[in-house]
T-cell receptor
Framework: EPEVTQTPSHQVTQMGQEVILRCVPISNHLYFYWYRQILGQKVEFLVSFYNNEISEKSEIFDDQFSVERPDGSNFTLKIRSTKLEDSAMYFC?????????FGPGTRLTVL | GNSVTQMEGPVTLSEEAFLTINCTYTATGYPSLFWYVQYPGEGLQLLLKATKADDKGSNKGFEATYRKETTSFHLEKGSVQVSDSAVYFCALSDRTGNQFYFGTGTSLTVIP
């Protein structure tokens, strides 16, 4: 299975702080996605990013969120001012043909 | 629009029991269908998929058949093991894989 990596595996932060979650998708892929999974709940789509631009975003993806591609291989999800309800697992995913391959996730805990 | 409805859990089975997790979908066009598995503390892993009607996806003893007439993609395994304890997600995508829709997940616990 193609490998997608994410760092860190676990991030603990104080409410109001900024966090940056990182993802390295399948190499040479221009498309990638971020999803969120609040503990015990369904996987929710946040945003898709294609060729350095946001392709689609959900209503969850408000002004507190941003995505970037700071270099050729890394993608980031930034939350500017975290809230308690941002505590969740965040997954990035990279598509190949009709399948999405997920990273192991970053568990974000906001205190 | 596209959506996936999945059997609610949690499901608890004894080892070697037969497993069925129901999944039905609503889609425009001809979606691909997937089952993903999430083991405790881990990310989502692709378990199996089917890309057209009557296709059967299979992996690790799990099977699911793409039924267009009933818009279903039920997951089955003839004899579950303790190591199958996980959360199972049904999903569909359009042909490009760029739009993915997940079910709510079904938690399976297999007891010895």
């Amino acid at each position: 299975e193609p490998e997608v990596t994410q760092t860190p595996s676990h991030q603990v932060t104080q409410m109001g702080q900024e966090v940056i979650l990182r993802c390295v998708p399948i190499s040479n892929h221009l498309y990638f996605y971020w999803y969120r999974q609040i503990l015990g709940q369904k996987v929710e789509f946040l945003v898709s990013f294609y060729n350095n631009e946001i392709s689609e975003k959900s209503e969850i993806f408000d002004d507190q969120f941003s995505v970037e591609r700071p270099d050729g291989s890394n993608f980031t999800l930034k939350i500017r001012s975290t809230k308690l309800e941002d505590s969740a697992m965040y997954f990035c995913a990279s598509p190949r043909t009709d399948t999405q391959y997920f990273g192991p996730g970053t568990r974000l805990t906001v205190l | 629009g596209n959506s996936v409805t999945q059997m609610e859990g949690p499901v608890t089975l004894s080892e070697e029991a037969f497993l069925t997790i129901n999944c039905t979908y609503t889609a425009t066009g001809y979606p691909s269908l997937f089952w993903y598995v999430q083991y405790p503390g881990e990310g989502l892993q692709l378990l199996l998929k089917a890309t057209k009607a009557d296709d059967k996806g299979s992996n690790k003893g799990f099977e699911a058949t793409y039924r267009k007439e009933t818009t279903s993609f039920h997951l089955e395994k003839g004899s579950v093991q303790v190591s199958d304890s996980a959360v199972y997600f049904c999903a569909l995508s359009d042909r490009t894989g760029n739009q993915f829709y997940f079910g709510t997940g079904t938690s399976l616990t297999v007891i010895p």
